[in-house]
């Protein structure tokens, strides 16, 4: 069965600063990952995917992750934390013609003045 | 934003009586999916659909059943609500054959959430 850590629960960083959010994942095959933010009282967005190709993917809001299959990981970055940034992001796994992903627990991001 | 909708948003209940979430899409995707998310746990699947009449357990499918008569709708029934059930509860679809001709990735497009309080 695939599954997802998240090994941060909460992180504090201050603004300007750069940012990195740890996900590792579990499954037998190429993955498909994903890193969804969530806003206080919102649903989920996606923040960017990987399915194949370049393993330095680019999402929206400058964040980018990079998939490192001998590591088991898929790091989420940011060279400069905003403080609207503030949210809880999860890291997600699918597979290829398979319908349903797994999430991680979540890491909670706060951003200090 | 993808046009989904749920309701009610926000309900309270009580122990032992049913409650019935629906989920309701404009975007005429196949897979349609329900997640409860609980602080310390993340998002768990609780049942899915890939089509009408079509479903399928998730992790966590004890005390829940789920409808699906029509592409638009898909409903998620606790036959008699526990305090256990109290949970955020995300109903989400996506495509099954991406526009673009790609493979299935299994992108998930979220909707805002149903706050469930049983007393």
């Known amino acids: 069965a695939q599954s997802v850590t998240q090994p941060d629960i909460h992180i504090t960083v201050s603004e300007g600063a750069s940012l990195e959010l740890r996900c590792n994942y579990s499954?037998?095959?190429?993955?498909?990952l994903f890193w969804y933010v969530q806003s206080p009282g919102q649903g989920l967005q996606l923040l960017l995917k990987y399915f194949s190709g370049d393993t330095l993917v680019q999402g929206i809001k400058g964040f980018e992750a990079e998939f490192k299959r001998s590591q088991s990981s898929f790091n989420l970055r940011k060279p400069s934390v905003h403080w609207s940034d503030a949210a809880e992001y999860f890291c997600?796994?699918?597979?290829?013609?398979?319908?349903?992903?797994?999430f991680g627990k979540g890491t909670m991001l706060l951003v200090s003045p | 934003d993808a046009g989904i909708t749920q309701s009610p948003r926000h309900k309270v209940t009580e122990t032992g009586t049913p409650v019935t979430l629906r989920c309701h899409q404009t975007e005429n995707h196949r897979y349609m999916y329900w997640y409860r998310q609980d602080p310390g746990h993340g998002l768990r699947l609780i049942h899915y659909s890939y089509g009408v009449k079509d479903t399928d357990k998730g992790e966590v499918s004890d005390g829940y059943s789920v409808s699906r008569s029509k592409t638009e709708d898909f409903l998620l029934t606790l036959e008699s609500a526990t305090s256990s059930q109290t949970s955020v509860y995300f109903c989400?679809?996506?495509?099954?054959?991406?526009?673009?001709?790609?493979?299935?990735?299994?992108?998930?497009?979220f909707g805002e959430g149903s706050r469930l309080t049983v007393l």
């Open positions: 997600a796994v699918g597979n290829s013609g398979y319908s349903t992903l797994t």
């Open positions: 499954y037998g095959a190429t993955p498909y």
């Open positions: 989400a679809i996506s495509e099954s054959t991406p526009a673009s001709g790609g493979p299935n990735t299994g992108e998930l497009f």
